[in-house]
């Protein structure tokens, strides 16, 4: 059976995780590195699967890693029934035939593909597949511990536009291949809420920051600026210090961090026209980034203001592992009530300023989003910062002042109420 091994490369700032095995279980060692644990145990399940032997191009490409089929080597695809067309055969087309996304995207969009899609309906005709199939296949994905989220991001983004494009004519006027979306109004399947992940109270922000600050400065120094001002992962990691204004105390989002083929890589511009903006900072954290930009001017060579140990941009997975776990688990030890993640950190923002009445228009601004819907729906949480509020306007509404409503009644006393 093969194994799993987890390896700290340079120094021990690089996780990395290496599926090895003996070749049919006695011979020779045999390995294969991944940058993700998720990737190392769906391999070893294909080695284990083939008898400790390492998989076929076929299977490779069948289960998402068509980019390990050794050069040279094409990996046939399966074999199509005649006279049918399959849902895999029609999605890679459809994905040809998408203009608008970035390269980065449309390889995403199919990695997921082939590994949640494909392996349960790739060979499916798609005129054939119902919606039972699609429930059970939603159902499979939550048993196998994605989370909602990550459900409905694969359908959303993928699976339910194919069955759309399937519903239409084709380009020449060919007839539909489909007189109904299976996944029109199926709800996403049931499991485990997931933990609120916002900080709701200026003491959970101390708890927090003051865990950050303990664990490592430099990398607190990052996740402060992030929770003021909301900016994404790949926005904040590569602000460069040309980015930042000390005069008029703001930072410009002018260029990105972004995963290309699997390496991370500065790209000179926002992924949409909304992401490009000016946001404001607190005079606290603007003395912070002007202090970083001051000693970025002194370092020839530095091109970001917040740095990983090695002096270039932090390393998303690095980051992580190396520092966020470590943060995380420390403020919960401090009393945060709630697991946090990092992406919590913008919602927490964008939910702070939509209950303090910062109009809609700006909060949009902020996020960097093309719909104020986008904001409002995704990022804005409920909160319980009403609470005291409400019971002030409904206690005046109903002129309950020392007795409760229901200790009136149930002396048969009357609740009386200001005209």
């Given at each position: 059976?093969?194994?799993?091994?987890?390896?700290?490369?340079?120094?021990?700032?690089?996780?990395?995780?290496?599926?090895?095995?003996?070749?049919?279980?006695?011979?020779?060692?045999?390995?294969?590195?991944?940058?993700?644990?998720?990737?190392?145990?769906?391999?070893?399940?294909?080695?284990?699967?083939?008898?400790?032997?390492?998989?076929?191009?076929?299977?490779?490409?069948?289960?998402?890693?068509?980019?390990?089929?050794?050069?040279?080597?094409?990996?046939?695809?399966?074999?199509?029934?005649?006279?049918?067309?399959?849902?895999?055969?029609?999605?890679?087309?459809?994905?040809?035939?998408?203009?608008?996304?970035?390269?980065?995207?449309?390889?995403?969009?199919?990695?997921?593909?082939?590994?949640?899609?494909?392996?349960?309906?790739?060979?499916?005709?798609?005129?054939?597949?119902?919606?039972?199939?699609?429930?059970?296949?939603?159902?499979?994905?939550?048993?196998?511990?994605?989370?909602?989220?990550?459900?409905?991001?694969?359908?959303?983004?993928s699976v339910v536009p194919i069955f759309k494009a399937a519903c239409r004519p084709g380009e020449d006027g060919e007839p539909a291949l489909r007189t109904a979306n299976p996944m029109?109004?199926?709800?996403?399947?049931?499991?485990?809420?997931?933990?609120?992940?916002?900080?709701?109270?200026?003491?959970?922000?101390?708890?927090?920051?003051?865990?950050?600050?303990?664990?490592?400065?430099?990398?607190?120094?990052?996740?402060?600026?992030?929770?003021?001002?909301?900016?994404?992962?790949?926005?904040?990691?590569?602000?460069?210090?040309?980015?930042?204004?000390?005069?008029?105390?703001?930072?410009?989002?002018?260029?990105?961090?972004?995963?290309?083929?699997?390496?991370?890589?500065?790209?000179?511009?926002?992924?949409?026209?909304?992401?490009?903006?000016?946001?404001?900072?607190?005079?606290?954290?603007?003395?912070?980034?002007?202090?970083?930009?001051?000693?970025?001017?002194?370092?020839?060579?530095?091109?970001?203001?917040?740095?990983?140990?090695?002096?270039?941009?932090?390393?998303?997975?690095?980051?992580?592992?190396?520092?966020?776990?470590?943060?995380?688990?420390?403020?919960?030890?401090?009393?945060?009530?709630?697991?946090?993640?990092?992406?919590?950190?913008?919602?927490?923002?964008?939910?702070?300023?939509a209950t303090e009445g910062v109009d809609l228009a700006a909060l949009r601004t902020m996020a960097g989003h093309a719909s104020v819907t986008t904001t409002m729906n995704v990022y804005?949480?409920?909160?319980?910062?009403?609470?005291?509020?409400?019971?002030?306007?409904?206690?005046?509404?109903?002129?309950?002042?020392?007795?409760?409503?229901?200790?009136?009644?149930?002396?048969?006393?009357?609740?009386?109420?200001?005209?």
């Open positions: 059976m093969a194994q799993i091994e987890k390896r700290q490369c340079e120094g021990g700032k690089v996780t990395r995780w290496r599926v090895k095995w003996r070749i049919g279980g006695t011979g020779k060692w045999d390995g294969q590195q991944f940058d993700y644990q998720v990737d190392a145990k769906r391999f070893k399940a294909l080695v284990d699967a083939a008898g400790n032997h390492r998989p076929t191009p076929e299977q490779l490409a069948e289960h998402g890693f068509a980019h390990l089929v050794p050069a040279g080597v094409d990996a046939p695809a399966p074999e199509p029934v005649e006279g049918v067309l399959t849902f895999r055969a029609y999605a890679e087309e459809w994905l040809g035939t998408l203009v608008k996304p970035h390269p980065e995207t449309v390889r995403k969009y199919r990695e997921r593909l082939e590994k949640h899609v494909f392996p349960r309906l790739g060979d499916r005709p798609i005129a054939e597949i119902t919606r039972r199939e699609m429930r059970e296949w939603q159902q499979d994905l939550r048993d196998a511990g994605l989370s909602a989220k990550t459900i409905a991001n694969i359908r959303g983004e029109d109004g199926l709800p996403l399947p049931e499991g485990p809420r997931a933990e609120r992940d916002i900080l709701e109270s200026p003491d959970e922000a101390r708890l927090f920051l003051e865990a950050a600050y303990q664990v490592d400065p430099e990398a607190a120094d990052l996740l402060l600026c992030k929770l003021s001002t909301g900016l994404r992962w790949g926005e904040v990691s590569a602000l460069p210090p040309r980015a930042v204004n000390v005069a008029r105390g703001t930072v410009s989002i002018v260029q990105v961090l972004r995963k290309v083929n699997r390496r991370w890589m500065v790209e000179p511009k926002p992924k949409t026209k909304q992401g490009y903006r000016e946001v404001p900072l607190t005079t606290a954290v603007a003395r912070m980034v002007a202090e970083r930009c001051a000693a970025a001017s002194r370092e020839p060579g530095r091109q970001f203001v917040f740095v990983a140990p090695r002096g270039n941009h932090w390393r998303y997975e690095d980051f992580y592992e190396g520092r966020w776990v470590k943060i995380r688990d420390l403020a919960r030890e401090k009393g945060l009530p709630r697991r946090m993640t990092m992406h919590g950190l913008r919602h927490s923002l964008l939910m702070l300023l804005v949480h409920a909160t319980r910062r009403h609470h005291e509020p409400v019971r002030q306007i409904v206690g005046g509404f109903l002129g309950v002042d020392e007795l409760t409503a229901a200790g009136r009644l149930g002396q048969g006393l009357a609740v009386t109420t200001r005209g």
